[in-house]
């Protein structure tokens, strides 16, 4: 006789991990419209923020300093005052929210106005949570927003970890970036290198200032956070996030006798690989992205705190508020979908990672060791070391994909594709609002009439004198929130004070490795003859016009020109179109190249045409890089500009031998 079964027991639910912090980087236009796309995202399931600032904001000037022109609103929010702050965060209560600021220089500056704004609802400090990138290490190597010297930036930095320890606990104060390093050409070892030398800088100059005790010290170790890249080799990235949460481990132990394990572990938020989206059937980009964020949450023993992915279209220009929800949404599925949530590391027993995670180890010590043998980090900087390898490793990356070493689909291989429906017509990018600028600046001098001055010179005088005897200014920053003082007066006080920097552009030293092989022999053949025939050597300037750091196409575009045999100006970031014509004249060059990646191409280029025929060389030929689209692409060839190279013109050599063509007179009389 049978009987009923009995009815089976459900197993128990497997128990899940917590997913990361979902972001998006963003800000556009103005504080009003990057608040509404921020209440639109946290609407769609992003849990934390990631504000972008547009340049001027990020380089300490208001909006409307004349460096500022054609840059305002364009890779970021500009951010003025205290009203902008308020304005950005409307409706969005700080007590409870997460919030990442990607802001170096003027870190501090930038962080009191966040706390101003957060007072300003009634929230207590104690209440914030967020980090604020303040890492001026990597903008003398890559990003390029630093303002000051090394000693003055690092002493800001020092300010801020010691204020926000005790003031705003939960708070990150340093976000170490190496996010821009690898963009900058950054090898896995090198990323790890240079990351550990700028936080043992950073934490060495904690430990010396005197303004943390040595009990306190090991709560403060525990707050430094980092901000990494993964690339497309995803094993190797996954492997290279292993290696930084041992190397990390070690370095607290070993160094700063941390025995807490709470305040040894490697807290590290992510944006995976944006140099590598092509422009090229632009659709390809999602699989990138995918691969590349699987490095850094496969591994639950390195899994990212914070993940923000980019938009497939990025290649393109600005991704539309749909491009961040489909990159939002991938994420969502990974973290809910899935099962990677329920396991512990499933690489821990692994051979191949372990041996993999060693090696990587070995070769980020060895490179550490050559960084402390010259004094660390800041004098690494100061010397053009690490800015040289840097070069020389993006130099080494452009010549594997020019010959095919390294294959990138759809660039130097499988190029024959169906046009992608997806970024045809108009709207497939976001445009700023061609009005956002002088809205801004409107809105900018209004705040200004209708502040009390008297308090804003008191707050700025209180901020000089912390400055020059050593305070530590946080507190008068936020003082000087409340009264209403802008971005560029904090920034013009302390520059008044501590001066302003150039870094060392690395181009001067570093050794070309493109110098051999038929086409280069062939274009030097061309520049030597064209130089004959001009009575001396082909001259090219390349100029950065505007605050755009992003010098690694400017630095290839130089170092290749030299390797061609041509004579080469180039003189660094954050130009003025008339230091740029002025360099043109007195130089007597044959040729400008400009090179522009901030979305201000069009203003800061037609600018530089119109400065030129004006001191008579309106005969001398322009070129111009960057993420320029096809509509800005028209608009500037009909302004004069004879050549655009975008992301797509990979082939260095290539645009070298048109480069010849532009100036040669026997091709400049046949046209």
Known sequence: MTGTPAPRTPSA???????????????????????????????RGQTGLSVAFDLPTQTGYDSDHVLATGEVGKVGVPICHLGDMMTLFDGIPLAKMNTSMTINAPAAWLLSLYIAAAEKQGAARDQLQGTVQNDIIKEYLSRGT????????????????????????????????????????????????????????????????????????????GRISFFVNAGIRFVTELCKMRAF?????????????????????????VQVNSLGLTEQQPENNVYRILLEMLAVVLSKNARARAVQLPAWNEALGLPRPWDQQWSLR?????????????????????????RKVEALKEQARAELDRIEAM??????VESSYMKQKLVESNTQRLAAIENGD????????????????????????MAVDPDAEREQIESLKAWRAQRDDAAVQAALADLSAAAREGRNIMEPSIACAHAGVTTGEWGQTLRDIFGEYRAPTGVARSAGEATAGERMTAVRARVEDVSARLGRRVKILVGKPGLDGHSNGAEQIAVRARDAGMEVVYEGIRLTPAQIVNAALEESVHVVGLSILSGSHVPLITDVLTRMRAAGLGDIPVVAGGIIPPEDERTLLAAGVARIYTPKDYDVTAIMDDIVTIIDPDQQRAA
């Open 375 to 380: 004094g660390g980090a800041v004098p690494a």
């Open 406 to 429: 390294m294959t990138v689909v759809g660039v130097n291989k499988y190029t024959e594709a169906a046009p992608s429906p997806l970024s045809a017509g108009e709207g497939a990018i």
């Open 330 to 354: 991938l994420q969502q599925i990974v973290a809910f979908e899935t099962d990677l949530l329920e396991y512990g590391d499933i690489f821990d027993g692994s051979a191949e990672i372990t």
């Open 13 to 43: 639910a497997p128990q899940r991990d917590k997913p990361w912090l979902f972001r998006t980087y963003s800000g556009h236009s103005s504080a009003k419209a990057s608040n509404e796309l921020y209440r639109t995202n946290l609407a």
């Open 245 to 269: 949460a041992e190397l990390w481990d070690e370095m607290c132990r070993e160094r700063y006798g941390v025995e807490n394990e709470k305040y040894r572990r490697f807290r590290y938020g």
């Open 146 to 221: 630093y303002i000051f010297p090394p000693e003055p930036s690092m002493r800001l930095i020092n300010d801020v970890i010691a204020f926000t320890y005790k003031q705003v606990p939960k708070w990150n104060p340093t976000n170490v970036c190496s996010y821009h390093l690898q963009e900058a050409g950054a090898t896995p070892e090198q990323e790890l290198a240079y990351a550990l030398a700028t936080a043992r800088a950073v934490l060495d100059t904690v430990r010396d200032s005197g303004q943390v005790p040595s009990e306190d010290f090991p709560v403060v170790v």
